[in-house]
């Protein structure tokens, strides 16, 4: 009997909580969070139906090629090296005929993304792209507005803060282990927690205060807390004074937005919002206003994210223990960082299909505006893009109106998806490259910055089942086929020796743990010496930076305009704790314990058309319409109707998760135009939708 534990890192979703696996005879006994983990291990629900998905026969178990048409469902059966061929010709003809910036790239980020980004680098195409305009690109670019640091450096100190206000967040059911685990520590340690939802969400349940806020106001509802800040001059003075720039500019900004105003506008307590503006000036600077996470909602939610970046500045968080402390790089703590992949080829200088970094000069360019290049796919302007692959991104069920990307990638001449799961994408695709679930496989080297930057790596716990690879088996494979020797790595270990070079650190080194720590304790930096990336360097209230690419930075407020008929309600989606987006709801044990989305409606309103909790009801939008079951609630805004994202599948490889529910995404007809365009997020819940009765 042969018994190990195997460090490694759970795949069931992108936060990829550090993990420990028990495995006897080639078996999965147990799986738990690694114990030895500063992140405090734990594991989720889906986290422990990974193996589940291991068992599955219902995903990809070998490559294959598209016979029929496309979406058709015919495949023929191939072997990775076909398949391998097959791709390597028909990018080679292509890149002969366009050049290699015909060949677009996308995935869903994440902590080992270096590997795709140096497989893009390796072709010279500069159209490497993840999905963010779908997630939170407009708290990254709000953050860079703000402070010019992205979003990740800024770190959320939770378990030492006083006060932590979730806004359009639901921290409890859309989870980040480590996350939920150290909130609860503030909160055993008396942080007072202020929840503002449409909705009373499980994090609604756990807060002191809980604002049922108008869906699409926030944004009022956070210039009027600027307003009571400056106003009462509540706001930390000596870092204003230090670190804040055109303040000024601010005060005359917020003058006509009082929390009276907002309490109407939001349909919440004028008092309340002053009552809580006073608490978190006393409890700052040790306060957390988060800035958002799944914000591609509104056409203002970029400047939603601002605002609350804009708040946190004005209590002195920004930098501070209890608040939002500074990112440190290995370089700060006195170590080296990995060398990347992406190092092995200078950087191509062809413009990015998508715009960014030219036409859109305040944009990061790192992974674009995917939406943008789908544009490019479109009309060949800038230039012709004909290839695509999705890797780790099923842009069909996580962009707004499939139909509308469907004709769009009927101009591709190549479509090729890298997937554990079945998806809509997949099926869509002319190859599809079936990828080993995280059990069954190892990555490269990842590096956490935070509070204390670590090293972190997957390592396979279990040998791959079915005809499946690894991704930089993938990647690696394709470079080989292209000609690309450089990147044509023959074993993991040669990618890991090349990413740990100079950093004193060995593979032995992880293999002890699955992580290795760069600090041994957690660095804040006095509030002198903090360190700001805008063009003064200062956290900057007005941003030039946007300002010169077209944009406002103190943007007039506009009011969202409500549901027209009695019929019409605006389109609301998010998270349950147990799935993740619309990968797993085919998952055997996960579809079990949440079979089907359900559509929450406000039960007087409910009531006006006759729907009672349990009913069937249709919810159509534009030519699309679903059935799905009411449930009939008090709890929610009268506007919004709300579902959980991810349901709706209709293929006939997916027993468990065909026809069950709805899918959000269907219902937002010429989405791909309707954007948050400072943030370049999408807008998903600018639509709505009809609901009646069967
Ligand atoms: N309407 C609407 N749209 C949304 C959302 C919403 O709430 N409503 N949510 C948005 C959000 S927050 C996000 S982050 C995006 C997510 O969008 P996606 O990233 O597209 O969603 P996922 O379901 O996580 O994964 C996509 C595909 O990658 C496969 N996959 C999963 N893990 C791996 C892996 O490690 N490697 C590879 N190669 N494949 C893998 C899955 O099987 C799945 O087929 O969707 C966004 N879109
Ligand atoms: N279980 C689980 N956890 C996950 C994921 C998952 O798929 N499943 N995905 C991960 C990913 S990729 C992401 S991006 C995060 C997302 O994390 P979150 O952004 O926290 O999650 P969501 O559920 O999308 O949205 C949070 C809340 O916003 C509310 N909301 C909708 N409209 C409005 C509005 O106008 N105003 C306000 N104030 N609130 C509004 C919704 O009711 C919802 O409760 O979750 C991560 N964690
Ligand atoms: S939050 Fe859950 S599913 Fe996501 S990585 Fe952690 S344990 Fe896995
Ligand atoms: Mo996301």
């Known amino acids: 009997m042969s018994k190990k534990e195997v460090f490694s890192v759970c795949g069931m979703c992108t936060v990829r909580c550090p993990i420990m696996v ?109 999905h963010d305009v779908s997630c939170a690109r407009n708290v990254q670019h709000a953050s860079r507005s703000v402070t010019g640091l992205p979003r990740t450096e800024l770190v959320h100190d939770y378990s030492n803060a006083k006060h932590i206000v979730l806004q359009t967040r639901n921290i409890f059911e859309a989870i980040n282990v480590a996350e939920v685990n150290s909130v609860l520590d503030g909160i055993d340690k008396g942080c007072e927690l202020t929840c503002i939802d449409i909705r009373a969400t499980v994090t609604a349940s756990k807060a002191d205060n809980f604002f049922m806020i108008r869906p699409g106001t926030d944004y009022a509802f956070n210039l009027a807390v600027i307003h009571e800040l400056l106003h009462k001059g ?188 079945w998806s809509d994408t997949a099926w869509y695709s002319d190859v599809v490259l079936p990828l080993s679930p995280y059990l069954s496989r190892e990555s490269i080297i990842a590096q956490k910055g935070g509070l204390k930057p670590q090293f972190f790596y997957r390592q396979r716990a279990l040998p791959p089942r079915f005809e499946t690879k690894a991704d930089w088996e993938i990647l690696c494979g394709l ?105 797993t709801v085919n998952n055997p044990l996960l579809a079990e314990q949440f079979p089907e989305n359900v559509l929450w409606i406000n039960a007087g309103r409910a009531k006006a058309l006759g729907i009672k909790d349990g009913d069937t009801v249709t919810v159509s939008s534009g030519s699309h319409t679903g059935k799905i079951k009411a449930f009939v609630t008090e709890f929610i805004h009268p506007e919004a109707a709300f579902m959980v994202h991810g349901f709706g599948h209709d293929l006939p490889v997916e027993s468990r998760a065909r026809g069950r529910g709805v899918s959000d995404n269907c219902l937002m007809p010429g989405g791909l135009a309707v954007e948050s365009a400072p943030g370049g997020g999408l807008a998903m819940q600018e639509f709505f939708i009809t609901v009646r009765k069967v």
């Open 22 to 130: 028990d495995v006897e005879d080639g078996e999965i006994r147990f799986i738990q969070g690694n114990p030895h983990s500063p992140l405090k291990g734990a594991l989720c629900a889906r986290g422990a139906a990974g193996p589940a998905l291991e068992a599955d026969a219902e995903r990809p178990q070998h490559p294959m090629i598209r016979q029929g048409a496309r979406g058709e469902g015919k495949w023929a059966r191939v072997s990775w090296d076909e398949a391998f061929d097959y791709i390597a010709d028909k990018l080679k003809g292509l890149m002969e005929q366009h050049g290699p910036r015909t060949v677009l790239f996308s995935d869903r980020g994440g902590p080992f993304v270096d590997l795709h980004q140096g497989f893009m680098r390796a072709l010279g195409s500069p159209n490497y792209c993840n």
């Open 234 to 421: 509540l706001y930390d003075k000596a870092y204003a004074e230090l670190w804040i720039k055109d303040l000024d500019r601010l005060r005359t900004f917020v003058e006509p937005y009082s929390p009276a105003w907002a309490a109407r506008e939001c349909g919440v307590e004028e008092r309340a919002i002053t009552t809580l503006v006073k608490d978190l000036a006393k409890a700052a600077p040790a306060v957390i206003w988060h800035p958002g996470w799944m914000t591609a909602r509104f056409k203002d939610s970029f400047y939603v994210s601002r605002t609350a970046y804009i708040i946190n500045a004005l209590l002195g968080s920004i930098g501070a223990k209890g608040g939002l402390p500074l990112a440190s790089t290995p370089k700060d703590v006195g170590r080296k960082g990995l060398k990347k992949l992406v190092d092995l080829f200078p950087k191509p200088e062809e413009k990015r299909a998508d715009g960014v970094g030219w036409r859109l000069p305040a944009h990061d360019a790192g992974p674009g505006l995917v939406h943008k290049a789908y544009e490019a796919i479109e009309t060949g302007d800038p230039y012709p893009v004909t290839a695509y692959i999705a890797m780790r991104h099923d842009p069909l069920m996580a962009m707004p109106d499939p139909d509308a990307i469907r004709r769009i990638w009927d101009k591709l001449d190549l479509l090729v998806s890298v997937t554990f799961t």
């Open 479 to 583: 470079a080989e086929r292209l000609g690309i020797e450089s990147f044509a790595f023959k074993s993991i270990e040669d990618i890991w020796a090349y990413q740990l070079q100079d950093t004193g650190v060995t593979v032995e080194d992880l293999s002890k743990k699955g992580f290795v720590g760069l600090a041994s304790e957690p660095r804040y930096l006095a509030v002198e010496d903090l360190k700001f990336t805008t063009p003064s360097g200062k956290i900057e209230m007005r941003s030039e930076k946007w300002e010169n690419a077209g944009y406002d930075s103190l943007k007039p407020y506009e009011s969202p305009s409500a549901p027209a008929g009695e019929d019409q309600f605006r389109i609301a989606f998010g998270r349950v704790g147990t799935h993740t987006q619309g990968h």
